[in-house]
């Protein structure tokens, strides 16, 4: 099994390009192409996807940094959100963090003002947190204009073309997940 591939990666601030210049790929597998010339195995799916990713991040990470608030805490504002009062052992998962992480997070935001941390009255052991007034404020806002970033980003795409990627990178994830 041999892989070479050679890749000239040219970076402008508004355009990331990647131009392979030789691909040598002997997995006992050929190239699937869909159109003459047009390569759709696995590894160039990976490579476009990895390649319009980055593209988008710069996109999401503005966004979120106008806030002053970092990623984790960007998620778990959001969650609260769009979610209602959630469990803090709940709000780990939804947001990709563990579950020190999260105690950390909500600590952190605990102390800004920005949540608060409530007993359930029918389970006193399952403490959950919630938004505060300020909290809530400063999440819409900046959701809003997070939302409004990331619209700009694809509205290259047609609602049908955004609607089907949404589909095949579910379907995509779905498996990659299984195994």
Request: aromatic share 6%.
């Amino acid at each position: 099994m041999t892989l070479v591939i050679f890749m000239l990666v040219a970076f402008d601030i508004d355009y990331i390009d990647i131009n392979t210049i030789c691909v040598n790929i002997k997995f006992g597998m050929k190239r699937k192409r869909t159109t003459r010339g047009q390569d759709s195995s696995g590894v160039h799916v990976w490579l476009v996807f990895m390649k319009a990713f980055q593209a988008l991040v710069p996109h999401a990470a503005g966004s979120i940094k106008r806030t002053k608030l970092g990623d984790s805490d960007f998620r778990v504002l959001e969650v609260l959100l769009h979610k209602g009062p959630l469990p803090v052992n709940t709000i780990g998962p939804k947001v990709w963090l563990t579950a020190g992480s999260i105690s950390v997070a909500v600590d952190r935001l605990v102390k800004k003002g920005l949540v608060a941390r409530k007993e359930r009255t029918n389970d006193r052991r399952v403490r959950q947190v919630e938004l505060t007034a300020k909290g809530r404020a400063l999440i819409t806002r900046g959701f809003r204009e997070h939302a409004a970033a990331m619209e700009d980003a694809v509205d290259v795409l047609l609602i049908k073309e955004r609607l089907t990627l949404l589909r095949l990178l579910k379907k995509l994830g779905k498996r990659a997940a299984k195994s």
